[in-house]
């Protein structure tokens, strides 16, 4: 018996190969793409942040409403290298995305962006909502 991954984890990984893939987004932040913010390392770097699940299936079919956070993290006192940051990833995600193990991506789409300065930790920080519908393969 083999198991699959989490539809979460699922979506993930795609995602990552999907972002790693992209040279307009590695010439902004190389291979730096975490699952949490790292300790001590230096900006810029995105995150696959926190991400929810709700049951959206039918009585014919089973299928998963996934909510997903993407952070993109600059060390710079504006956003603007942040949105540069964000842009990059909307146009990396616009295209199909690899399979994710035993999930078909029905859709992804962008459905709220929001920006924010913490002048505490001196961080700009875009983060953009996704939207994804799957379903078991």
């Known amino acids: 018996m083999s198991l699959t991954a989490h539809p979460i984890a699922a979506l993930k ?4 190969t999907r972002l790693l893939a992209d040279v307009d987004l590695a010439a902004l932040i190389g291979a730096s793409i975490y699952d949490a913010p790292p300790r001590g390392a230096a900006p810029p770097y995105l995150v696959l942040g926190e991400a929810d699940a709700q049951e959206s299936g039918t009585s014919e079919r089973d299928g998963l ?3 997903l ?6 060390s710079e006192r504006g956003t603007s290298a942040a ?5 990059a990833v909307a146009a990396a995600i616009a295209a ?12 992804l789409g962008l459905r709220q962006m929001s ?3 913490d002048a ?3 961080l700009a ?3 953009q909502r996704l939207s994804a519908f799957t379903e078991p393969l």
């Open 13 to 16: 990984a795609a995602l990552r």
């Open 65 to 67: 409403k996934i909510e």
């Open 69 to 74: 956070e993407l952070v993109s993290v600059t």
């Open 83 to 87: 949105l540069a940051m964000a842009s």
């Open 96 to 107: 199909p995305l690899p399979s994710a193990d035993g999930q078909r991506l029905i859709v």
């Open 115 to 117: 920006t924010r300065y």
């Open 120 to 122: 505490t930790n001196e």
């Open 125 to 127: 920080r875009v983060t």
